[in-house]
Nanobody, 122 residues
Framework: QVQLVESGGGLVQAGGSLRLSCAASGRIFAAMGWFRQAPGKEREFVAAITTGDSTSYRESVKGRFTISRDYAKNTLYLQMNNLEPEDTAVYYC??????????????????WGKGTLVTVSS
């Protein structure tokens, strides 16, 4: 059983920064990532990282967001800079057996955290 617990969300002005953390316990799969869900919208891929530290991002966050992981602490991070109001959403940590790609279907994710809310004001 894997448990994922996110933290670090909050209210920030446009142009500001936040760092999200995801503390993982139990069986962790090779691929981990972040998704987000804005009000009234579907959950969408944000970023992913493999055990080889290969990363991928959705186009709209490239150059602003950085995903990383600390293996010793079993923690996943998402550094978010130059935040925009369009980034407002609940952010979810996820892990998956095998690859986690921008095209990965939501139903193929093996475990989710409960989410942390990020609100960016204009």
């Amino acid at each position: 059983q894997v448990q994922l617990v996110e933290s670090g969300g909050g209210l920030v002005q446009a142009g500001g920064s936040l760092r999200l953390s995801c503390a993982a316990s139990g069986r962790i799969f090779a691929a981990m990532g972040w998704f987000r869900q804005a009000p009234g919208k579907e959950r969408e891929f944000v970023a992913a990282i493999t055990t080889g530290d290969s990363t991928s991002y959705r186009e709209s966050v490239k150059g602003r967001f950085t995903i990383s992981r600390d293996y010793a602490k079993n923690t996943l991070y998402l550094q978010m800079n130059n935040l925009e109001p369009e980034d407002t959403a609940v952010y979810y940590c996820a892990t998956k057996f095998g690859s986690l790609l921008p095209t990965t279907r939501i139903n193929d994710i093996n475990a989710w955290g409960k989410g942390t809310l990020v609100t960016v004001s204009s």
